[in-house]
Structures are given as C-alpha cells and as structure tokens.
C-alpha cells in the first residue's frame, strides 16, 4: 500500500500561482510514477501532469502546458505541482496518485487514471476572477 497525502490548496485569483504537494508513505517512492489529476463539479477526472520514476520524463496535459511544473524528491517520497498563471478554470479538487512503474509501458499510459493505483483524498483549489 501507498498512503498519499496532498497539502497546499487553497483559494487565491487569477493570475496567481499555487504550489502543491503530495507525500507518500508505504513502499518505495522510486518505484512509482506519480501524477495529478484533478476533478471540478459535474465533471470527469482530468488529467494534468505526471512523472516518470525517475524524474526524467515528464507529461501535461493541454489546458496547463506552460502554465505548471511537477517535480519530484524522491529522497523526501513527495512530489510537487507548481501552479503559475492559475485561471478560473483550474477550479477543482486536485488529487495526487501512485501508479507502479511497471506498468507504463508507453507514454500515453500516464495520461490515463487506470494505470494508478493508488490516490490521495485531494485538495481543494479555487480560484476566483
């Protein structure tokens, strides 16, 4: 089992920036990718960024490209999401997930909730115009 646990939303207006993090505990951080999606009101679970094991290969999707940076630590099992730029359509519950390294035998798999297997509760991100 993997225990995740996010920090760092909260409610702040266009234009600025937030920084999340995500802290893991269980098993050996560097065997998972990690990611984050996040899910508005009425809406699917979105992707919005991901990272290889090793930190060397990262992943966005569309709608934050530029916009925001995920990083990882894994000598401290957390991974962060740098949040520039926030508009408010970035509105959601931000969650982090684990996925076995294993697994992702292509680059299209970290785009897709199936291939994680294990999430936090969330955070809440508001952002108002």
């Known amino acids: 089992q993997v225990q995740l646990v996010e920090s760092g939303g909260g409610l702040v207006q266009a234009g600025a920036s937030l920084r999340l993090s995500c802290a893991a505990s269980g098993r050996t951080f560097s065997n998972y990718v990690m990611g984050w999606f996040r899910q508005a009101p009425g809406k699917e679970r979105e992707f919005v960024a991901a990272i290889s094991w090793s930190g060397g290969a990262t992943y966005y999707g569309d709608s934050v490209l530029g916009r925001f940076t995920i990083s990882r630590d894994n000598a401290k099992s957390t991974v962060h999401l740098q949040m520039n730029s926030l508009k408010p359509e970035d509105t959601a519950v931000y969650y982090c997930?684990?996925?076995?390294?294993?697994?992702?035998?292509?680059?299209?798999?970290?785009?897709?909730?199936?291939?994680?297997?294990?999430w936090g509760q969330g955070t809440q991100v508001t952002v108002s115009s």
């Open positions: 997930a684990a996925g076995y390294r294993g697994q992702f035998y292509s680059g299209t798999y970290y785009y897709q909730v199936r291939w994680y297997d294990y």
